[in-house]
């Protein structure tokens, strides 16, 4: 199935996909684009991801690799407040970039909504569903 980085990701799908009975590609297009937040938001999304994973072994009465460890430092080194000493906590991980995430999900989607959006009033069906050559701006 699908998995959305917040509730407002999954209630725009929801929302498309219900309305989106003539071309339901349409649906999760807006997903699929990529916008100037959208690596930021994948790789907090990750991070959250990675220090849950680790929590869950830990809790599981599990060691995580060392692997996993320097992943989870690698990503806590690039996030404001997720990193405070030598240790990395996968909790602290986890608030700090959910915390940062909220700042920047909401303008990622409504970014890649526009774009989609702006996509379906420029192209016809053939070059939505497929693709077309890259136009010149001119600038």
Do not use: C
């Not at 072994?57 to 997720?82: K, T």
Request: glycine share 6%.
């Amino acid at each position: 199935m699908y998995e959305f980085a917040t509730f407002q990701e999954a209630r725009f799908f929801r929302r498309s996909v219900t309305g989106a009975k003539k071309h339901p590609w349409k649906a999760w297009a807006s997903l699929e684009l990529i916008g100037p937040l959208s690596p930021r938001t994948a790789f907090l999304t990750h991070a959250v991801g990675t220090a849950e994973q680790i929590q869950r072994l830990i809790e599981a009465g599990h060691r995580p690799s060392g692997s996993a460890w320097q992943l989870l430092r690698q990503f806590a080194g690039n996030i404001p407040g997720a990193l405070d000493s030598e240790r990395v906590e996968p909790v602290r991980v986890i608030s700090a970039a959910r915390t940062e995430a909220a700042v920047h999900q909401v303008s990622d989607i409504a970014d890649r909504r526009a774009a989609a959006t702006r996509a379906w009033s420029r192209l016809n069906d053939v070059e939505q569903l497929f693709g077309t050559a890259p136009h010149s701006t001119g600038s």
